[in-house]
C-alpha cells in the first residue's frame, strides 16, 4: 500500500481497541445509498519506476527551445543552491507557521523576504507573498479602495500597457465588490500612457492609478508624471513593477512627490522556474499608512518570554481566520515555497549581483532589438527607453512565423494579434541574462530565413 | 535538528563588497535609461558568500518542524508524507523550463499530466468538469461561488444574494462570500455537530444563492442529512458549494456530486499530498455539476483526437474569466498527477479508510485516557476534536499550554481554538501515512503533560522550553510593528 505504513497486525489491534470489526464499519455514519464501491476512470496504480517513466517521457516530448517569450513570466539563471535549500524537508514540508516557536526558519525567512522586497521597492512594508502578479494586481486595487476613504468612485484606471491578463485577472476578482477598473489609451507612437487621456480625467473622482514600470511592451513610463497626476487628482498609486527592474530603476517608494502608495507585481524572477506556467509568486509592499489594509501573511519581530528577539506572524486581524466575512481578503494559503526561493535568491545575487543581472537584460534586449530589425520586414515598434522586452512590427501576420520558428526550436516571441489587435502584425519580444550573443545570432539567422522563405512563396 | 542557537538576520552577515560572484552575469552598461529614471544607489539587499547564504538558510530550516522531521497532526490541514517522486519528477527539464506562453506543440507531454489530472478529479469526486487554475483553497472558494452567483444572473435571478454559512466553516468561506460581493448568513451547529435543519430553513429565502459546507465538517464528523439538506437548497432555488478541505476523509468511499453538490474545490496540498512548503503553494482545483460547467474559470485543458489544447474565454464565453497569470500552479498539479497515479483507483480509496481509521484509533486510545472527544457519541472523520476544558477548570491549563508543550515532546501542535464553537479544543488529523507507534507515542505524550498539568502546571504555562524561542509576545509584535529590517543609516 503506497505510503501506508499498516500492517496487519496494526490494523486488527486498531480496530480491536476502536471496537469496529472492519474499517468499512468506521464509515456507518455515511448514508449506505451515497457510498461508491469503486472509481471507474481513475486509472489503477503504477510503480515509481513506472511513473518516473511515462513522466521523462512527455517532459522529453516537450523538449527545451531557445526562448525568447516573457509577456509576464521570465526565463533566469536559478543559482544551484535555491532549490536544494527549498526542497529540505524542513521547509518543502513544513506549513503557515501558526505554532511560531517549532517555525523559526520560515518566520525568520519571511521576515527577511519582506525586509528585501520593501528595500527593493522602497516601500514601508512587504507582505510575506500573494499568488502571483496578475492576482496580486486585484488585491492591490481591492485594497486602494478600502484605503482611500475619501474616493467615493471605486475607480481604478488600468492602462492598456499593463499585460493584459493581469487586467483580465483584476477584472474577474474585483467585479463582484463592485470596483470599476478603466482603461486608459497608450499612445502608439512611444508604446506608454498618453498623456493626454490621463490629462482628459483631470478633476474627476479617480481612486487610484495603476503604473507598470516596465510596462507590457518593455517600454519605460514616466512613472514621476504619472505618480504626480495622481497626486495632483487625489488617486492613490498602484506601481505594476518587474522586480529585477528595482536594482536599476527608480523604485516606485521614490516616484513623484511622495513616491507609490502600493507596489505589486510577480516576484516569479527571484528563483522561481518558468514551471509551464506555476507556481510563482506574487508580492506587494506599502506604505505604512496603508499596512492594516494588507492583505496576505505578514511576519513580525518580537522578543520570547526571556527577552530574546523571535519572529511570529502578526497583525493577524486583518486575516480571515480571525475577521471571517469582515477580512482584507479571503487569501490563506499562498506562495510560501516560492517566497522561501525568492529570498535566498535574493541573498545569493545581493545588490551588485542583481544590478549585474538588470543590466544585462537590458544589453541582451537591446542587441536583440538591432540584431532582429536589420531583418527586411522587421522593425521597432517604438523608441525606447526599454527594460527586457520590446514589441517588434512584421510585414506579415504573427502566427505563422511563430509557427515556423517553433519548427527551427525557437520559441520566438509572444503574438500581440489577439490583445493588441490595432498593432497590427506585432511580436513582442524578450531577451534576459540568459541569452547569448550566439542565442540572438542563431533566433537572428532563423527569422532571417522564415521572412525570405515566405517572401519567395 | 532543533537547536536553540539563534541565528542572525542574513543583513547582518553582509559585508561591502562580498558576494556569491559565481552567480554574477558579466557587467554591462546601463544603455539608454535616462538618468532621471535611474535608481540612486544600490538596493539594500545582503551581501554575502554563497556558502554564508547556504550555511544561513540550512540552520534557518533547521529551526523548523515539517512532515518529513516530525509528526505533525495539525487538523483540517493534512499533514501527511509528500513523497519525493512527486517533487523529483515535477522537476523534470522539460516540465521546468518550459514557458507557458510557449504554444500547444511544445506542451503536449505536461498538458497530457493535466487533462488526466483533470479526468481523475472529475471522477474521484463525482463532478462533470474541473479546472485546475485556482491556485489555493481560498481562489477556489471564490471561483466557485463566483460560478454560483454567474449561474443566478444568467437566468435573470437577480436577488440571489446571500451566501448560507455554518458557524463551524473555516474563516475562508464567510470571507469569500464577502469577496464575491455576498452577504453571509452564519447557521447554528446542533450539539451533535449536524446542521440546524430547523435553522437552515429558517434561512432559506427567495434571496439565497447558495450554501457552503464542509462534509465531514471541520467538527470531524460527516452531514449524515447531507441529502436533505441538498434538497432543501436546491427547492430553494440555492445551490451547494463543497468546501474541500476535508476530501481526504471520503476519498473515494462518497463522492460530493452523488452526495448533490453543484460546486466544490479540491485541497490538492492536502488530499493529493502536494507540499505544503511553509504556507503554499496550495492548489485549489474547481469541479462543477453540469450546470455550471459553461462558467468554470479559464483556462481548461481540451483533447481533441490525440492533440490538447488549452480552452479560454473563446471556448467559454460564460467563464468566470481568469484567476491566475497562466494556468495556475501547474508544478503543484504535476505533483498531483504523479501521486494519483502512483496512488491509482485502490489507492484513492486506502486513503480515506486508513485515515480514518488512524483517527478513530487515536480518538479511541485517548478516550481511554480521560481525555474527552467534543463528539463522543460519534464516529471520527479523519480527525475529531477534543476539548479540554475539564483540564483548563480544574487544573488551569489551556489547550494552548498543551499545544506548546507537545513541542517539547517532539510533536507538532494540532489546530488549537478552531473550530471556534468547541471551547479549549485540538483539532487533531493524523492522516494515513503515520504508524500506530507514532500515534501510541502522541497519546503517551498527551498523558505525560496532563500529569505534568496536575503537578507542576508552570512547566506548561511557561512551554516550550526546548524550542529555539520561548513562548512568544505577539501582543508586542502587533504594537510595536517590526516588520522590515531597516539599514542602519549614518
Redesign the interface.
Same mark, same amino acid.
Given at each position: 500500500m503506497p505510503y501506508i505504513p499498516h500492517t496487519q497486525d496494526d490494523v486488527r489491534a486498531m480496530l480491536d481497541r476502536i471496537g469496529v470489526p472492519s474499517i468499512d464499519g468506521l464509515f456507518d455514519e455515511i448514508p449506505v445509498a451515497l457510498r461508491v464501491e469503486s472509481l471507474p476512470g481513475v486509472p489503477d496504480a503504477l510503480t515509481e519506476m513506472e511513473v518516473s517513466r511515462l513522466a521523462a517521457q512527455r517532459a522529453a516530448a516537450d523538449g527545451s527551445p531557445l526562448n525568447f517569450i516573457g509577456a509576464g513570466a521570465y526565463e533566469h539563471h536559478i543559482p544551484a543552491p535555491v532549490w536544494a535549500l527549498v526542497t529540505r524537508g524542513e521547509i518543502y514540508s513544513a506549513y503557515t507557521p501558526y505554532q511560531a516557536e517549532a517555525s523559526q526558519g520560515t518566520l525568520q525567512i519571511m521576515y527577511e523576504y519582506q525586509s528585501m522586497i520593501a528595500g527593493l521597492a522602497a516601500m514601508d512594508v512587504s507582505n510575506a507573498s500573494l499568488y502571483d502578479g496578475a492576482s496580486a494586481l486585484a488585491e492591490a486595487c481591492l485594497m486602494a479602495v478600502r484605503a482611500h476613504r475619501r474616493s467615493k468612485s471605486a475607480r481604478i484606471l488600468v492602462p492598456d500597457t499593463v499585460n493584459p491578463v493581469w487586467r483580465r485577472v483584476a477584472s474577474a476578482i474585483t467585479e463582484g465588490q463592485g470596483l470599476r477598473l478603466e482603461t486608459l489609451a497608450c499612445d502608439p507612437a512611444t508604446g506608454r500612457i498618453d498623456p493626454a487621456a490621463l490629462a482628459a480625467l483631470s478633476g474627476e473622482d479617480i481612486t487610484a492609478l495603476v503604473v507598470p514600470q516596465p510596462n507590457f511592451f518593455g517600454q519605460l513610463e514616466d512613472a514621476d508624471a504619472l505618480t504626480r497626476w495622481a497626486r495632483a487628482n487625489g488617486a492613490l498609486v498602484i506601481a505594476a513593477v518587474n522586480p529585477v527592474s528595482l536594482a536599476v530603476m527608480k523604485p516606485p517608494g521614490e516616484w513623484g512627490d511622495g513616491g507609490a502608495d502600493i507596489a505589486c507585481g510577480d516576484a516569479q524572477p527571484f528563483g522561481v522556474p518558468l514551471s509551464s506556467g506555476g507556481p510563482y509568486v506574487g508580492f506587494m509592499a506599502c506604505r505604512m499608512e496603508h499596512v492594516r489594509q494588507l492583505p496576505g501573511r505578514i511576519a513580525g519581530r518580537t522578543v520570547d518570554a526571556e527577552g530574546k528577539p523571535g519572529f511570529t506572524l502578526t497583525l493577524q486581524a486583518r486575516e480571515q481566520h480571525i475577521r471571517r466575512a469582515k477580512a482584507t481578503s479571503n487569501i490563506c494559503t499562498n506562495q510560501g515555497l516560492l517566497m522561501s526561493a525568492a529570498t535566498i535568491h535574493l541573498a545569493l545575487l545581493g545588490p551588485a549581483g542583481l544590478e549585474r543581472v538588470a543590466r544585462a537584460c537590458i544589453a541582451r534586449t537591446s542587441e536583440l532589438v538591432a540584431a532582429l530589425t536589420q531583418l527586411p520586414g522587421v522593425r521597432a515598434a517604438f523608441p525606447g527607453p526599454r527594460f527586457h522586452e520590446a514589441v517588434l512590427k512584421l510585414d506579415r501576420p504573427v502566427a505563422p512565423v511563430l509557427e515556423a520558428l517553433a519548427a527551427d526550436g525557437i520559441i520566438g516571441g509572444f503574438d500581440l494579434a489577439r490583445d493588441y489587435p490595432a498593432m497590427g502584425d506585432a511580436l513582442l519580444v524578450c531577451a534576459t541574462e540568459t541569452r547569448t550573443r550566439a542565442d540572438i545570432e542563431t533566433y537572428a539567422r532563423a527569422l532571417g530565413a522564415v521572412q525570405g522563405r515566405a517572401a519567395v512563396a | 535538528m532543533?537547536t536553540r542557537k539563534? $541565528?542572525p538576520?542574513?543583513?547582518e552577515l553582509?559585508r561591502a563588497g562580498?558576494?556569491?560572484?559565481?552567480?554574477?552575469?558579466?557587467? $554591462?552598461?546601463? =544603455?539608454?535609461?535616462?538618468p532621471?529614471?535611474?535608481?540612486?544607489g544600490?538596493?539594500?539587499?545582503?551581501?554575502?558568500s554563497?556558502l554564508q547564504?547556504?550555511r544561513?538558510?540550512?540552520r534557518?530550516?533547521?529551526?523548523?518542524?515539517?512532515?518529513?522531521?516530525?509528526f505533525?497532526p495539525?487538523g483540517s %490541514?493534512t @499533514?501527511?508524507?509528500?513523497?519525493r517522486?512527486c517533487?523529483?519528477?515535477?522537476?523534470?527539464?522539460?516540465?521546468?523550463?518550459?514557458?507557458?506562453?510557449?504554444?500547444a506543440?511544445?506542451?503536449?507531454?505536461?498538458m497530457?499530466?493535466l487533462f488526466e489530472l483533470q479526468?481523475?478529479l472529475?471522477?474521484?469526486t463525482?463532478m462533470a468538469g474541473v479546472s485546475l487554475t485556482p491556485?489555493?483553497?481560498?481562489?477556489g $472558494?471564490?471561483a466557485g461561488v463566483?460560478m454560483i452567483?454567474a449561474y443566478h444572473r444568467a437566468r435573470g435571478d437577480l436577488a440571489r444574494s446571500e451566501i448560507i454559512v455554518p458557524d463551524a466553516a473555516? =474563516?475562508?468561506n464567510?470571507?469569500?462570500?464577502?469577496? %464575491?460581493?455576498?452577504k453571509?448568513r452564519e447557521i447554528p451547529t446542533l450539539p451533535d455537530g449536524d446542521v440546524d435543519l430547523a435553522a437552515l430553513e429558517a434561512a432559506l429565502s427567495p434571496a439565497t444563492a447558495g450554501i457552503m459546507l464542509t462534509n465531514p465538517s471541520t467538527l470531524g464528523?460527516?452531514e449524515?442529512r447531507?441529502?436533505e439538506i441538498a434538497r432543501k437548497v436546491h427547492e430553494a432555488g440555492g445551490l451547494l458549494y463543497y468546501d474541500g478541505a476535508n476530501l481526504n476523509a471520503?476519498l473515494?468511499?462518497?463522492?460530493p456530486g452523488?452526495?448533490g453538490f453543484d460546486v466544490i474545490h479540491m485541497?490538492l496540498?492536502k488530499t493529493f499530498?502536494t507540499?505544503?512548503?511553509?504556507?503554499?503553494?496550495?492548489s485549489g482545483a474547481v469541479g462543477v455539476g453540469q450546470r455550471l460547467l459553461p462558467y468554470l474559470?479559464v483556462p481548461v485543458v481540451g483533447r481533441e483526437g490525440e492533440r490538447y489544447r488549452w480552452l479560454d474565454e473563446r471556448d467559454l464565453p460564460d467563464s468566470?474569466? +481568469?484567476?491566475?497569470?497562466?494556468?495556475?500552479?501547474?508544478?503543484?498539479l504535476?505533483r498531483a498527477w504523479?501521486y @494519483?497515479?502512483?496512488?491509482?483507483?485502490?489507492?484513492? +480509496?486506502?486513503v480515506? $479508510?486508513?485515515s480514518?481509521?488512524?483517527a478513530?484509533?487515536l480518538m479511541?486510545?485517548l478516550a481511554?485516557a480521560g481525555f474527552e472527544p467534543a463528539y463522543s457519541g460519534?464516529?471520527a472523520s479523519h480527525e475529531f476534536i477534543v476539548t479540554l476544558k475539564r483540564e483548563a477548570r480544574e487544573l488551569g491549563v489551556t489547550a494552548m499550554d498543551f499545544?506548546?508543550r507537545l513541542?517539547d515532546h517532539g510533536y507538532?501542535?494540532p489546530?488549537t481554538y478552531?473550530p471556534l464553537l468547541v471551547p479549549e479544543c485540538l483539532l487533531i488529523e493524523p492522516t494515513?501515512?503515520?504508524?500506530?507507534e507514532e500515534l501510541d507515542g502522541f497519546v503517551e505524550a498527551l498523558v505525560a503533560i496532563r500529569r505534568e498539568a496536575e503537578t507542576d502546571a508552570a512547566m506548561l504555562k511557561?512551554a516550550?522550553h526546548t524550542?529555539?524561542? +520561548?513562548?512568544?509576545?505577539?501582543v +508586542?509584535?502587533?504594537r510595536?510593528?517590526?516588520?522590515?529590517?531597516?539599514?542602519v543609516t549614518a
Amino acid at each position: 500500500m503506497p505510503y501506508i505504513p499498516h500492517t496487519q497486525d496494526d490494523v486488527r489491534a486498531m480496530l480491536d481497541r476502536i471496537g469496529v470489526p472492519s474499517i468499512d464499519g468506521l464509515f456507518d455514519e455515511i448514508p449506505v445509498a451515497l457510498r461508491v464501491e469503486s472509481l471507474p476512470g481513475v486509472p489503477d496504480a503504477l510503480t515509481e519506476m513506472e511513473v518516473s517513466r511515462l513522466a521523462a517521457q512527455r517532459a522529453a516530448a516537450d523538449g527545451s527551445p531557445l526562448n525568447f517569450i516573457g509577456a509576464g513570466a521570465y526565463e533566469h539563471h536559478i543559482p544551484a543552491p535555491v532549490w536544494a535549500l527549498v526542497t529540505r524537508g524542513e521547509i518543502y514540508s513544513a506549513y503557515t507557521p501558526y505554532q511560531a516557536e517549532a517555525s523559526q526558519g520560515t518566520l525568520q525567512i519571511m521576515y527577511e523576504y519582506q525586509s528585501m522586497i520593501a528595500g527593493l521597492a522602497a516601500m514601508d512594508v512587504s507582505n510575506a507573498s500573494l499568488y502571483d502578479g496578475a492576482s496580486a494586481l486585484a488585491e492591490a486595487c481591492l485594497m486602494a479602495v478600502r484605503a482611500h476613504r475619501r474616493s467615493k468612485s471605486a475607480r481604478i484606471l488600468v492602462p492598456d500597457t499593463v499585460n493584459p491578463v493581469w487586467r483580465r485577472v483584476a477584472s474577474a476578482i474585483t467585479e463582484g465588490q463592485g470596483l470599476r477598473l478603466e482603461t486608459l489609451a497608450c499612445d502608439p507612437a512611444t508604446g506608454r500612457i498618453d498623456p493626454a487621456a490621463l490629462a482628459a480625467l483631470s478633476g474627476e473622482d479617480i481612486t487610484a492609478l495603476v503604473v507598470p514600470q516596465p510596462n507590457f511592451f518593455g517600454q519605460l513610463e514616466d512613472a514621476d508624471a504619472l505618480t504626480r497626476w495622481a497626486r495632483a487628482n487625489g488617486a492613490l498609486v498602484i506601481a505594476a513593477v518587474n522586480p529585477v527592474s528595482l536594482a536599476v530603476m527608480k523604485p516606485p517608494g521614490e516616484w513623484g512627490d511622495g513616491g507609490a502608495d502600493i507596489a505589486c507585481g510577480d516576484a516569479q524572477p527571484f528563483g522561481v522556474p518558468l514551471s509551464s506556467g506555476g507556481p510563482y509568486v506574487g508580492f506587494m509592499a506599502c506604505r505604512m499608512e496603508h499596512v492594516r489594509q494588507l492583505p496576505g501573511r505578514i511576519a513580525g519581530r518580537t522578543v520570547d518570554a526571556e527577552g530574546k528577539p523571535g519572529f511570529t506572524l502578526t497583525l493577524q486581524a486583518r486575516e480571515q481566520h480571525i475577521r471571517r466575512a469582515k477580512a482584507t481578503s479571503n487569501i490563506c494559503t499562498n506562495q510560501g515555497l516560492l517566497m522561501s526561493a525568492a529570498t535566498i535568491h535574493l541573498a545569493l545575487l545581493g545588490p551588485a549581483g542583481l544590478e549585474r543581472v538588470a543590466r544585462a537584460c537590458i544589453a541582451r534586449t537591446s542587441e536583440l532589438v538591432a540584431a532582429l530589425t536589420q531583418l527586411p520586414g522587421v522593425r521597432a515598434a517604438f523608441p525606447g527607453p526599454r527594460f527586457h522586452e520590446a514589441v517588434l512590427k512584421l510585414d506579415r501576420p504573427v502566427a505563422p512565423v511563430l509557427e515556423a520558428l517553433a519548427a527551427d526550436g525557437i520559441i520566438g516571441g509572444f503574438d500581440l494579434a489577439r490583445d493588441y489587435p490595432a498593432m497590427g502584425d506585432a511580436l513582442l519580444v524578450c531577451a534576459t541574462e540568459t541569452r547569448t550573443r550566439a542565442d540572438i545570432e542563431t533566433y537572428a539567422r532563423a527569422l532571417g530565413a522564415v521572412q525570405g522563405r515566405a517572401a519567395v512563396a | 535538528m532543533i537547536t536553540r542557537k539563534p $541565528e542572525p538576520l542574513i543583513f547582518e552577515l553582509s559585508r561591502a563588497g562580498r558576494g556569491a560572484t559565481a552567480q554574477y552575469p558579466a557587467a $554591462e552598461p546601463l =544603455g539608454d535609461v535616462p538618468p532621471g529614471f535611474r535608481r540612486r544607489g544600490q538596493p539594500p539587499l545582503p551581501e554575502v558568500s554563497e556558502l554564508q547564504a547556504v550555511r544561513h538558510y540550512t540552520r534557518l530550516s533547521q529551526l523548523n518542524f515539517g512532515i518529513d522531521t516530525h509528526f505533525y497532526p495539525l487538523g483540517s %490541514c493534512t @499533514m501527511k508524507y509528500n513523497p519525493r517522486a512527486c517533487n523529483a519528477l515535477a522537476m523534470l527539464p522539460g516540465f521546468l523550463g518550459r514557458h507557458p506562453l510557449a504554444g500547444a506543440a511544445t506542451g503536449q507531454g505536461v498538458m497530457a499530466c493535466l487533462f488526466e489530472l483533470q479526468e481523475m478529479l472529475k471522477h474521484v469526486t463525482g463532478m462533470a468538469g474541473v479546472s485546475l487554475t485556482p491556485m489555493a483553497g481560498a481562489q477556489g $472558494e471564490f471561483a466557485g461561488v463566483a460560478m454560483i452567483r454567474a449561474y443566478h444572473r444568467a437566468r435573470g435571478d437577480l436577488a440571489r444574494s446571500e451566501i448560507i454559512v455554518p458557524d463551524a466553516a473555516h =474563516g475562508t468561506n464567510p470571507a469569500t462570500a464577502t469577496m %464575491c460581493g455576498m452577504k453571509v448568513r452564519e447557521i447554528p451547529t446542533l450539539p451533535d455537530g449536524d446542521v440546524d435543519l430547523a435553522a437552515l430553513e429558517a434561512a432559506l429565502s427567495p434571496a439565497t444563492a447558495g450554501i457552503m459546507l464542509t462534509n465531514p465538517s471541520t467538527l470531524g464528523v460527516f452531514e449524515r442529512r447531507i441529502v436533505e439538506i441538498a434538497r432543501k437548497v436546491h427547492e430553494a432555488g440555492g445551490l451547494l458549494y463543497y468546501d474541500g478541505a476535508n476530501l481526504n476523509a471520503i476519498l473515494g468511499k462518497v463522492r460530493p456530486g452523488d452526495m448533490g453538490f453543484d460546486v466544490i474545490h479540491m485541497n490538492l496540498h492536502k488530499t493529493f499530498s502536494t507540499p505544503h512548503g511553509g504556507g503554499g503553494p496550495g492548489s485549489g482545483a474547481v469541479g462543477v455539476g453540469q450546470r455550471l460547467l459553461p462558467y468554470l474559470p479559464v483556462p481548461v485543458v481540451g483533447r481533441e483526437g490525440e492533440r490538447y489544447r488549452w480552452l479560454d474565454e473563446r471556448d467559454l464565453p460564460d467563464s468566470i474569466g +481568469r484567476l491566475s497569470g497562466f494556468m495556475g500552479n501547474t508544478g503543484v498539479l504535476l505533483r498531483a498527477w504523479v501521486y @494519483m497515479r502512483i496512488l491509482g483507483a485502490a489507492g484513492m +480509496r486506502r486513503v480515506a $479508510e486508513y485515515s480514518t481509521l488512524n483517527a478513530n484509533y487515536l480518538m479511541a486510545r485517548l478516550a481511554e485516557a480521560g481525555f474527552e472527544p467534543a463528539y463522543s457519541g460519534r464516529r471520527a472523520s479523519h480527525e475529531f476534536i477534543v476539548t479540554l476544558k475539564r483540564e483548563a477548570r480544574e487544573l488551569g491549563v489551556t489547550a494552548m499550554d498543551f499545544a506548546k508543550r507537545l513541542l517539547d515532546h517532539g510533536y507538532h501542535a494540532p489546530t488549537t481554538y478552531f473550530p471556534l464553537l468547541v471551547p479549549e479544543c485540538l483539532l487533531i488529523e493524523p492522516t494515513e501515512t503515520e504508524t500506530r507507534e507514532e500515534l501510541d507515542g502522541f497519546v503517551e505524550a498527551l498523558v505525560a503533560i496532563r500529569r505534568e498539568a496536575e503537578t507542576d502546571a508552570a512547566m506548561l504555562k511557561s512551554a516550550p522550553h526546548t524550542m529555539p524561542v +520561548r513562548r512568544l509576545d505577539d501582543v +508586542r509584535a502587533a504594537r510595536q510593528l517590526d516588520v522590515a529590517w531597516k539599514p542602519v543609516t549614518a
